[in-house]
Antibody
Framework: QVQLVESGGGVVQPGRSLSLSCAASGFTFSTCAMHWVRQAPGKGLEWVALIWYDGSNKYYADSVKGRFTISRDNSKNTLYLQMNSLRAEDTAVYYC??????????????WGQGTLVTVSS | QSALTQPASVSGSPGQSITISCTGTSSDVGNYNLVSWYQQHPGKAPKLMIYEVSKRPSGVSNRFSGSKSGNTASLTISGLQAEDEADYYCCSYAGSGAFVVFGGGTKLTVL
């Protein structure tokens, strides 16, 4: 069955960096686009970033553009999110989610359990 | 990247039907049949309930149905059950600019 397991969350000071990983299993990772979606405490879902199945195209929400970088290693079935210049408003549970297709426009189907990132001094 | 508009809360009694609306624009909901709905119980990951406006994934009860008219998508839950009490989010493809946009979420209370 499809499994997505995020890791790398924690407490980080404003302005610092953090890297998240998402280990995928149970499906052919290299044929699916992947998303990062976050949820601030008590708030709704916010789309963060998308990467195509082959890594050739990446898209970002305006709120993270220029600070976050999404990447993937299809040989390791792993998705990444490098987060730089973190702000208090980046505090959230970060979910990785599989898209139903190769290009991300068919939207997520399976989601991981999430990893909490807390930005605080 | 404006969020889609959902009512903050809806409620219904067991056995009744409820409908949650999701209003976007001609750049997202109105332009693509690529709307999904997710159910989220407290402390849990979202679960896909409807995709491509009205299609149900395998294993999702047929009490859940989706539709769209113009810029507004809707999720209907019939025969409400206590286990349906959760937050529900709509999501739409929004083109290569904004790409993906979520609604603000609707809290469903089963009375």
């Amino acid at each position: 069955q499809v499994q997505l397991v995020e890791s790398g969350g924690g407490v980080v000071q404003p302005g610092r960096s953090l890297s998240l990983s998402c280990a995928a299993s149970g499906f052919t990772f290299s044929t699916c686009a992947m998303h990062w979606v976050r949820q601030a405490p008590g708030k709704g879902l916010e789309w963060v970033a998308l990467i195509w199945y082959d890594g050739s195209n990446k898209y970002y929400a305006d709120s993270v553009k220029g600070r976050f970088t999404i990447s993937r290693d299809n040989s390791k079935n792993t998705l990444y999110l490098q987060m730089n210049s973190l702000r208090a408003e980046d505090t959230a549970v970060y979910y990785c989610a599989r898209d139903r297709g190769r290009y991300g426009n068919t939207l997520p189907d399976y989601w991981g359990q999430g990893t909490l990132v807390t930005v605080s001094s | 990247q404006s969020a889609l508009t959902q009512p903050a809360s809806v409620s219904g009694s067991p056995g009744q039907s409820i409908t949650i609306s999701c209003t976007g624009t001609s750049s997202d909901v109105g332009n693509y049949n690529l709307v999904s709905w997710y159910q989220q119980h407290p402390g849990k990951a979202p679960k896909l309930m409807i995709y491509e406006v009205s299609k149900r994934p395998s294993g999702v009860s047929n009490r859940f149905s989706g539709s769209k008219s113009g810029n507004t998508a809707s999720l209907t839950i019939s025969g409400l059950q206590a286990e349906d009490e959760a937050d529900y989010y709509c999501c739409s493809y929004a083109g290569s600019g904004a790409f993906v946009v979520f609604g603000g979420g609707t809290k469903l209370t089963v009375l």
